[in-house]
């Protein structure tokens, strides 16, 4: 399998690497950033990997968006240097002593005087009693004549084109307000010069206010309130991705961790769309239904494609307007949807949004692309292919497909199976550990759960559950393997099954299932997959004559609970489990072969 773009390997430890967007290339001057991932496993690598991917991702965004200085922002600057350098005199004047404590500082020098028999004659000592008098006196003075002499350099260097007395108010206005200009840009040097007089106006209503004419008003034209659009910045630790780490570390209602990272590259996609310093109480059903369209115009795996490279969502949808590359489904339209809805939710339950803006926004589902169930011919056509019968070669899966003397028995042998007699998802079988499976009461039960060694998820917390042992995986040997892993040492039931790059488990054997119900002409377009076993375990719990709302909580439909957990529950709490699992049956279906 080829390596991901953005993974490399230096010796034996891997990088992630990026390209840095050739628009930002002069801003960072370098073409990529690297860092180790500090890891020699190519699994690790994988999962460490998008985290740092998208942290640069929301670095260049917000880079990008600090990079445009608009007049908006060049008027703001200057009204703002205006009022604050006014506001610092006022300030000031609030410190300059009083007749009151220059009088009490003259008694305590002429106490100290008599206190020590200090000689009048003496002009030293003199001098050094009356200093802190003098200082007090003469602090207005020595302030005023400050201001007259920053206000003549400030006029020369605007003649002169000098910058170096207002530079640091340029870099704190820029700072603030997140924008990022060449230093030797025009820009740079128009906005030191405006700010430049500014303080050249704010300094002589100082020197009028020194005389008590507080009436004066700046006389330079470009010194006025600004009217334009003030630029808004999300305060730290308020961005809208930061918010989304708080959400997903509190993950109010325990959705796996992939799927929590499926949401997290999908909410990104709407901050790229509304911009990564976009105030959270922006985020409108204006901003959604905007993102929406773009979506329903977005090309599959575009931040794959080289054809997209550098591009932003709405970027990338004009260019394929010209390229012409398949879109996405109106089912993965609607699975950004929901990731920016739970997310959206949250905000609500923490006081930042007063409404969720993807209420009513979902887009209806096409009726023809459900799942459906295995039929008992093609389960039997299934069940007696090279897979489960002897294949030529268990490496690669265009040979699993032809006959041969190569028995597979690891979780692409099991999972299935386990699934057709349980309706347990395939991602919760995949991760069993070996002491998930065990006896309760008498039975045998796998405990789907997160606790215990092993990087484990489910969707949901209450996905948490105890699944008892169907009679006919017993018959086939489900216990018997089982026992062959814990006697081989491995903590895992299924150590060969692994999770990809996005930290789904067995995505590839999901994906490549399907691919081999077509190469045995089972399926044929769409409907048929791996989740087909739980359609047809639920159909199966239907037959036998129980409604969905008793057997939901065996599929895991159901909230989440202590025993769920823990996997400790009454004997006559599990029998009732054992008789609903023990009701699953296929007419027809063949298997005295796989035994």
Request: net charge positive; aromatic share 8%; charged share 30%.
């Amino acid at each position: 399998m080829a390596r991901l773009t953005y993974l490399e390997r230096r010796g034996a430890t891997y990088y992630a690497r990026v390209d840095i967007p050739v628009d930002l290339v002069p801003l960072y001057g370098t073409t990529t950033r690297k860092k180790s991932l500090r890891t020699k496993d190519e699994t690790t690598a994988k999962t460490r990997l998008w985290p740092v991917i998208e942290a640069w991702r929301a670095e260049f965004e917000g880079t990008r968006a600090r990079g445009i200085l608009t007049v908006d922002d060049k008027a703001d600057a200057v009204w703002q240097h205006y009022t604050d350098t006014l506001e610092r005199y006022e300030q000031a004047q609030q410190q300059m002593p009083t007749q009151a404590e220059i009088g009490v500082a003259m008694e305590q020098a002429i106490e100290r005087v008599q206190r020590e028999g200090i000689d009048h004659s003496d002009p030293l000592a003199m001098f050094d009693v009356s200093l802190d008098v003098a200082a007090l006196k003469d602090r207005r003075k020595f302030d005023a004549n400050s201001r007259r002499v920053k206000l003549l350099a400030l006029r020369k260097h605007l003649v002169e084109g000098e910058t170096a007395l207002i530079d640091y108010e340029v870099d704190d206005y820029l700072e603030r307000n997140k924008l990022l200009i060449d230093p030797l840009s025009p820009d740079r040097g128009d906005i030191a010069r405006r700010l430049i007089r500014a303080e050249i106006e704010a300094l002589e209503r100082t020197l009028e206010r020194d005389k008590g004419n507080y009436g004066g008003s700046p006389k330079d034209p470009i010194v006025v309130p600004a009217t334009g659009t003030i630029r808004e910045q999300a305060k730290p630790g308020e961005t809208l991705m930061e918010l989304f780490e708080q959400y997903a570390a509190e993950n109010p209602k325990g959705i796996a961790a992939d799927t929590i990272a499926q949401a997290r590259r999908d909410v990104g996609t709407f901050v790229d769309y509304v911009g990564s310093t976009c105030l959270v109480h922006r985020v409108d059903k204006k901003a959604v239904r905007e993102w929406k369209a773009l979506l329903l115009k977005y090309p599959v795996k575009a931040t794959d494609s080289n054809a997209f490279a550098g591009m932003k969502l709405a970027q990338i949808v004009r260019h394929n307007e010209k390229v012409g590359k398949p879109v996405i489904t109106v089912r993965t339209v609607n699975r950004y949807l929901a990731g920016l809805s739970a997310f959206c939710s949250w905000l609500v339950a923490h006081g930042y949004l007063d409404g969720n803006p993807t209420d009513g926004m979902f887009l209806k589902k096409p009726k023809d692309k459900t799942t459906l169930p295995f039929t008992t011919d093609q389960l039997n056509v299934l069940f007696k292919s090279p897979l489960f019968t002897g294949c030529q070669s268990a490496d690669e899966w265009r040979n699993v497909a032809r006959p041969g003397n190569v028995r597979i028995r690891d979780h692409r042998y099991w999972v299935p199976l386990v699934m057709l007699f349980s309706g347990a998802r395939p991602a919760e079988i995949a991760q069993l550990s070996v002491a998930d499976v065990r006896q309760e009461h008498g039975h045998w039960i796998m405990h789907i759960t997160t606790e215990g060694d092993g990087d484990k998820s489910v969707k949901t917390q209450g996905s948490m559950r105890v699944v008892p042992v169907h009679p006919e995986l017993i018959r086939l040997g489900f216990i018997k393997y089982r026992d062959g892993m814990e006697e081989a040492g491995h903590s895992r039931l299924f150590p060969e099954a692994k999770r990809n790059e996005r930290g789904q488990m067995i995505a590839e054997f999901s994906r490549e299932f399907g691919r081999y119900l077509t190469r045995l002409e089972i399926k044929h377009g769409r409907g048929l997959s791996l989740y087909s076993f739980r359609h047809g375990a639920a159909d199966a719990l239907r037959r036998a004559g129980h409604l969905d709302e008793q057997f939901g909580f065996i599929l895991g439909h159901t909230s989440a609970t202590m025993t769920g957990r823990y996997g400790i529950m009454p004997q006559g709490m599990l029998e009732r489990r054992v008789d609903l699992v023990n009701s699953i049956a296929y007419s027809e279906l063949h298997l005295d072969h796989l035994y």
